[in-house]
């Protein structure tokens, strides 16, 4: 183990912890009982189960690589799971934006917040300044 796994802050790998945990019931959610992740979507129209499904399968990769790269304490690989959430939120902001959707457009803003702030403390961590 390197020097910079084993001083990662346990803060960052709780927090990524929990989001590999979210990301993975979402996952399991929009797998099992879909009508409770989308209630304003027709479940029984055709396509929507294929759509549904891909974006399961979206949501169980970045679990499992949020999960994977906190296990293994693995900054770059953290740094590219957040990179991937800041992204990912950026464009549920603006498809907020484009839906008049206030809720959408808030947790996305807190979303791209949290993973900007990550991505901050992680390249700082990487670049060894420690008062953080």
Not at 39 to 49: F, I, R, Y
Request: net charge positive.
């Amino acid at each position: 183990m390197t020097e910079a796994q084993k001083s990662l802050p346990k803060w960052i790998l709780i927090v990524s912890g929990i989001f590999a945990l979210l990301e993975l019931m979402v996952s399991f959610s929009l797998c099992f009982s879909p009508q409770s992740v989308l209630e304003t979507v027709d479940l029984s129209a055709k396509g929507v189960d294929y759509v549904i499904y891909m974006w399961a399968a979206r949501q169980f990769a970045l679990g499992f690589i949020f999960a994977f790269a906190t296990l293994k304490k693995s900054v770059p690989m953290l740094t590219i799971a957040y990179i991937f959430f800041l992204v990912m939120f950026v464009g549920d902001f603006l498809v907020g934006i484009s839906q008049k959707e206030n809720s959408l457009i808030i947790a996305a803003l807190v979303m791209c917040t949290i993973s900007s702030a990550i991505l901050f403390a992680i390249n700082k961590h990487k670049t060894g300044w420690k008062n953080y």
